[in-house]
């Protein structure tokens, strides 16, 4: 294969990763912060590039931007990531058996991560720092929307590992060529696992192509129901929060669920959504209601189509419902499992939301917008888990490692 001799030498450099001190990583991530946040006006310039190249009404391009501010966070969040304590080493189970050994189950690297992603270049940071961080090295795999940015990262994540004399081959950015996708997925030996992040239809074709284990950072669908009974003015500012606050994230809201008895205040709970210009499609009741009390030029009607699906953009849908067991069979019928939220003043319906629905994080009476590794107090993230087996809701450090049992003896043999 043409990228075989790269796939070899991670696997080679991340041998040595296991060797590296904790505080060296901790100096190393620091370091990193700092060069990215000297190196803002050369990001910003090759980041301009890629943008150069893409529709500024394309959903992705929010996420491809990169800004003096957006880079002053990613700092911080390699700088939470340094001050994390090490995934690896820790003790999950010890116990000694009637015949004298003892045995401990113990975290350890994975070995060699694959993460394949679209246009996001401060993925290229968050994963080299989750995973040098966790003794993983990482093959990167960064979409052709943001070649330019991703390798301008490489290069300073490169310099700040020249300057420790550490290994370069522990992170390598292969090129943006369907080629090396292909052959990524099928590194078989030399990759121990796949993570896609960014569209659908990326995650499918990964989980569908992949010779090599897949951990899916779903999509997200993300629903929140208005319940029968609801603190408006806590509504409005939820729903305009979980909607407006960044519509191109996978925590953003996509369909709002309206308990009937709620309709009359839907013109006021949707109010702030109009001054960003966010499109409603609506359902036949809620148009009913919305129709000159909402924009006209934004207030569309609801297809099918409306209903699962991850806009990525200002457009919501909404759609009514009669009972709280309605709202729970819409959102089974339609959620990725990412995000759901409830806002309610009814115990009751909490508690069985919070239990019933199934996602990697749900909430009560809060925005879906703090589904985020940051937001959780991980550090940063290398994305949301939407299945069930390893890995569920943000992935951070703990998430990238798996274990060992070491077994000590002196002399037993097993009859």
Known sequence: ???????????????????LKTETIHQLLLALADEAEKQTKTLIAENRHDLDLMDPEDPKYDRLKLTEDRIKAIA?????????AS???????????PNGLHLSKVTVPMGVIGVIYEARPNVTFD????????GNACILK??????????????????VLADFNINSAVTELLPTDREATQELLTARGYVDVIIPRGSQSLIDYVAQNARIPVI??????????????????????IINNAKTRRVSVCNA??????????LANLPQVLEPLAKSNVVIYADEASKMILTGRYPSLYLQPATEESYGTEFLSYKMSVKTVNSFEEALAHIYKYSSKHSEAIISEIPEHIERFLNEVDA???YSNTSTAFTDGAQFGLGAEIGISTQKLHARGPMALAELTSYKWIVRGDGQIRN
Request: one cysteine or more; proline letters at 1%.
């Open 1 to 19: 294969m043409k990228y075989t001799r790269i796939f070899s030498n991670v696997r080679d450099a991340s041998r040595d990763l296991i060797k």
């Open 76 to 84: 911080s969040d390699i700088r939470n990531v340094a001050s994390l």
């Open 87 to 97: 995934p690896i080493g820790r003790v999950l189970d010890k116990r000694e058996l």
């Open 253 to 262: 809201l996509d369909c709002l669920i309206v308990h009937k008895n709620q």
């Open 127 to 134: 994963v080299f720092s989750l995973c040098i961080k966790s």
């Open 360 to 362: 990697a994080a749900i």
């Open 142 to 159: 960064g979409g052709s929307d943001a070649k330019f940015s991703n390798q301008a990262i490489i290069n300073v994540i490169k310099k």
């Open 216 to 237: 899916e950072t779903g999509a997200g669908i993300v629903h929140t129901y208005l319940d029968e009974k609801a603190d408006i003015t806590k509504a409005r500012e």
